[in-house]
């Protein structure tokens, strides 16, 4: 019985303090807007870096594949490219973007 009269008083404190600071959050809206839209901006740019990421990788990858793809035969060059589900002439726009269509061994 003495540990459930004390959870109802450690309970009672709790709603006494979180009511207190309800009222001081109350008089501070503008601030409290501003910093949970703060939380929010910053949630959101955080959840944005993989997605950069992951296209900066997509684009290197690419064009890396293009200029191999390129440095290939003439008749092995079309083959790849319809692999790959593009022409050879994307394959070469693409390759103009890495490194001066450099190959690498």
Not at 86 to 104: I, K, N
Request: hydrophobic share 45%; aromatic share 6%; proline share 2%.
């Amino acid at each position: 019985m003495l540990g459930a009269a004390r959870t109802d008083a450690t309970h009672r404190e709790r709603s006494r303090i979180l009511l207190r600071a309800m009222r001081y959050v109350g008089n501070h809206r503008w601030i409290a807007f501003l910093a949970y839209g703060s939380l929010v901006v910053a949630t959101g740019a955080q959840l944005m870096v993989p997605q950069l990421v992951q296209s900066i990788i997509d684009t290197v990858v690419k064009a890396f594949a293009a200029s191999q793809i390129l440095g290939l035969p003439a008749n092995a060059q079309s083959l790849a490219a319809q692999k790959m589900g593009e022409t050879t002439a994307q394959l070469q726009s693409r390759s103009v973007g890495c490194a001066g269509g450099a190959h690498y061994d």
